[in-house]
């Protein structure tokens, strides 16, 4: 039996009011709808904004299982369904009529002991006060690239490539890619490019100077750098599953999202 939890807007009234009508329908169905925090999930159904989505897509990789963004945000990248579509969208799923699109994950660990949590969209590693800059050490494959004095630098996975990372000028990268990209924040540097770089790739980020730095997955604080302390990142071994009906165009999507004209 499918067992599917909500991971909900939980201030959106119409969030919430949508995942009961959906709950209903499931379970008339015979569907097994269960708690998103427990470990038995076959597929989370996130009902809100690309924010909604995005955590609702780590609890789905936690416990193994499909996600199926709903959206009732603004034209978002990570919602497949607009809220009128989600009768069609939930048989076609139940009957199989769907793909998985899989979306590669960021990884990675503190200090070369403590793991820390896998990101959708990106890992940033920057300043704490305002005004102040942080000075980042950064080692590719095992061999020095560059130091940088900025305010921060970037991760990101193609998913998170129209997060932070294009905020800060990175590249635009079709989210089926599998790549790391590595975007600086304001440095003091001529060197201010973007890099993308293959999917094994190991980046170590280690903190110089007299400033710690922040840590940040996907936009969660996640604690302090210590000056001296490195953080490794690569690719996550498994990747986030996301449930599409070939229905939503990455590059439309895009299109309207930056209102290009279509001449």
Not at 6 to 14: I, L, M, N, P
Not at 30 to 39: C, I, K, W
């Amino acid at each position: 039996m499918t067992s599917v939890g909500f991971y909900v807007h939980s201030e959106r009234a119409d969030a919430v009011a949508l995942a009961q009508t959906m709950g209903d329908w499931l379970r008339n169905r015979g569907l097994e709808v269960v708690d998103a925090t427990t470990d038995q999930l076959d597929l989370v159904i996130a009902i809100g904004g690309d924010g909604t989505v995005l955590r609702g897509a780590s609890r789905a990789v936690s416990a193994n299982a499909d996600v199926l963004g709903i959206n009732l945000g603004e034209l978002g990248y990570l919602a497949e369904v607009e809220p009128d579509g989600w009768r069609e969208a939930l048989v076609a799923y139940v009957e199989g009529r769907h793909q998985i699109e899989e979306r590669l994950l960021v990884g990675g660990s503190l200090g070369g002991g403590d793991e820390l949590p896998h990101g959708l969209n990106e890992f940033v590693i920057e300043k704490q006060d305002p005004g102040r800059t942080v000075r980042l050490s950064v080692t590719i494959d095992g061999g020095y690239f560059t130091t940088y004095l900025a305010d921060g630098l970037i991760v990101a996975t193609p998913t998170g490539s129209t997060a932070y990372s294009l905020s800060a000028r990175g590249p635009i990268v079709d989210p089926t890619h599998r790549a790391l990209i590595m975007t600086p924040v304001s440095p003091h540097t001529l060197f201010d490019r973007s890099l993308v770089l293959g999917p094994t790739s190991v980046v170590e980020i280690s903190v110089l100077g007299d400033r710690d730095a922040a840590l940040s997955i996907d936009g969660q604080p996640c604690g302090l750098v210590a000056v001296g302390q490195t953080v490794t990142i690569t690719a996550a071994p498994h990747p986030a599953r996301f449930v599409t009906f070939g229905s939503r165009n990455f590059h439309q999507i895009l299109k309207a999202k930056f209102r290009l004209s279509d001449r």
